[in-house]
């Protein structure tokens, strides 16, 4: 769908050739408090895409959204969460953002989702299609291999929500 709406299909197959799956689990610890309290800080996926599904009824994702305000994720049951990440922004020219996003826990339950991964596969290079290029859209990323820069970064930053690392390196 993001790859028809910019005339790019003909990028599908390259994409998918060159993506990882990772599917993770998690438990988020209940805090015992009605304080909210920290089950993962702020953050953007270094994904292409992250798929999200919230397995039990304990709330918690949260998204910052353009007007800096914190918004819940209230998914319902069966349903997931789609969200579009770092790898795939850049590749795109920042023509679409990706969400920082965070999770915060409260009460007396233990928090279960589980997440879809999709990664830029090793050596893959990331690089802006000509066709998002042109006099008013400048090139904004250099071309890049997420596998290098995980050398030298936590495959999940954890930092202040303005700034992203991963777009901080591949900055023109
Ligand atoms: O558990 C969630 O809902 C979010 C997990 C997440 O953001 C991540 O693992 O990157
Ligand atoms: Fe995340």
Redesign the pocket.
């Known amino acids: 769908m993001i790859l028809e709406s910019f005339g790019l299909e003909k990028y599908m197959d390259e994409l998918l050739d060159s993506t990882n799956n990772h599917l993770?689990a998690?438990k988020?610890g209940r805090p015992n408090t009605s304080e909210p309290t920290l089950?993962?800080p702020v953050?953007c996926?270094y994904t292409t895409m992250?798929l999200?599904c919230?397995l039990n009824e304990v709330q918690?994702?949260e998204i910052l959204n353009k007007n800096g305000e914190w918004m819940n994720i209230n998914p319902s049951p069966n349903s997931f969460?789609v969200m579009l990440g770092e790898s795939f922004s850049i590749w795109l020219n920042g023509r679409l953002s990706s969400a920082y996003?965070r999770?915060m826990m409260k009460g007396n339950e233990d928090?279960y989702?589980i997440?879809l991964?999709a990664w830029p596969r090793g050596g893959y290079l990331v690089k802006v299609p000509k066709e998002l290029v042109d006099d008013k859209n400048p090139m904004l990323f250099k071309p890049f291999v997420l596998e290098e820069f995980l050398k030298f970064h936590s495959p999940?930053i954890v930092q202040g929500a303005t700034k992203s690392s991963l777009k901080a390196y591949c900055s023109v």
Do not use: A, C, E, N
């Open positions: 993770r998690m988020y089950g993962i953050h996926d992250t999200l919230q918690g994702l969460v996003h999770v928090r989702s997440g991964f999940q």
